[in-house]
């Protein structure tokens, strides 16, 4: 049976594997990571605009490796044994002592940039397969009552991009059909202003009639309340933002990652409970949760697990040695991480092939 899946699956799907990447500098590693990405966005997107975006993290990700390739060259990527060309080095005054402006290349500073480059994009890919496969009005049905004011700011922002892209195909269309298929900057000017307009007025309808149907409007509430509410759910995000820091850097105490992040999660959730009081919501349609989801979700999280598992007993195998240079190596425990990251690309139901915008 054809369905989407739960958009709050996919989201964990992509954390458990951008966890898992950001684990590891084995270039090997990484690129079977963005390529167990790549497949499942391939098999299981929609025809959606937000899905047509993965295209997009990809270019961003290249352009991440090549900007720290290029910076490594730039500044000091002589250290090393192994030189591999010389550039004209440009003297810098005494007060940038330790500066160094072109000059020898090493490839083990080339490959230090390169590793670090990969890890970054892929953590990157893999939050832009979320994006592309999870609906994001649906997924903002999940924000918490507490939340609701802000969810509803979010989903008018989120609904520029997705219009702003198909204003574009429509325009274009329109500009077919009258014949006027030029191209350059006298096209560019001839699209881009109808497109805006067009996006600004759709979105600016939708919050027009969000806020006729009383979106975000709650009763009077004591300001005790506001206050702690506030309190209390800052101070978790920030708890939950410092404990996923830890989590993704390995060189943090072990007390900044996930008791942090429980702690943070705790606080967070309190103060949603206590905030979410005031607001009344009804759900037309909820998304269910089922096996596939399940399974989803677990296969991020069991990527991202063995991924943990691997640095604690075979280190030197996620991180290739700069000094002497050896070659990467792929062993067990990350190629199963990265099966169970391809495996949703089979164990969820096939997309329905006429739902870019599914009825929220």
Not at 96 to 109: K, M, N, S, W
Not at 126 to 137: S, W
Not at 188 to 204: F, K, Q, T
Not at 295 to 317: E, H, K, Q, W, Y
């Amino acid at each position: 049976m054809t369905r989407p899946l739960h958009p709050a699956a996919w989201w964990l799907w992509a954390i458990g594997l951008a966890t898992a990447a950001s684990r590891t500098t084995n270039p090997i590693v990484l690129a079977l990571i963005v390529a167990a990405a790549g497949c499942v966005v391939a098999r299981r997107r929609t025809d959606a605009p937000w899905a047509l975006a993965f295209r997009l993290y990809l270019y961003l990700g290249a352009l991440i490796v090549a900007s720290r390739l290029l910076f490594r060259v730039l500044f000091g990527g002589g250290g090393g044994t192994h030189v591999l060309f010389t550039l004209p080095e440009v003297p810098l005054p005494a007060w940038a002592a330790g500066i160094r402006l072109f000059g020898p290349v090493a490839a083990e500073e080339l490959l230090g940039g390169l590793y670090d480059g990969l890890r970054l994009a892929a953590m990157l890919i893999c939050l832009g397969a979320a994006n592309a496969l999870a609906n994001p009005k649906r997924l903002l049905k999940l924000v918490p009552a507490a939340l609701y004011e802000a969810g509803t700011a979010v989903i008018v922002a989120l609904s520029v991009a997705p219009q702003l892209a198909e204003s574009v195909l429509r325009v274009r269309r329109a500009r077919r059909l009258r014949g006027g298929a030029g191209k350059g900057v006298h096209a560019l000017r001839a699209i881009l202003l109808p497109v805006l307009a067009d996006a600004l007025d759709r979105s600016l309808t939708l919050a027009a009639a969000m806020d006729s149907r009383g979106y975000a409007r709650a009763g009077t509430t004591p300001r005790p309340v506001r206050l702690a509410t506030a309190a209390l759910v800052v101070g978790g995000l920030l708890g939950v933002c410092a404990g996923v820091y830890g989590l993704l850097d390995a060189t943090t105490p072990r007390a900044l990652g996930l008791p942090m992040l429980a702690a943070g999660g705790a606080v967070a959730a309190a103060g949603m409970l206590l905030g979410g009081r005031r607001v009344t919501r009804s759900r037309y349609r909820p998304d269910p949760w089922r096996l596939p989801e399940t399974l989803t979700a677990l296969a991020g999280i069991g990527a991202g697990a063995l991924l943990f598992a691997t640095a604690t007993v075979d280190p030197a195998n996620l991180y290739p040695s700069l000094s002497p240079l050896t070659w990467p190596q792929l062993t067990l425990l990350p190629a199963l991480a990265v099966a169970l990251a391809v495996a949703p690309a089979w164990l969820t139901p096939p997309v329905p092939t006429e739902t870019a915008e599914a009825p929220a």
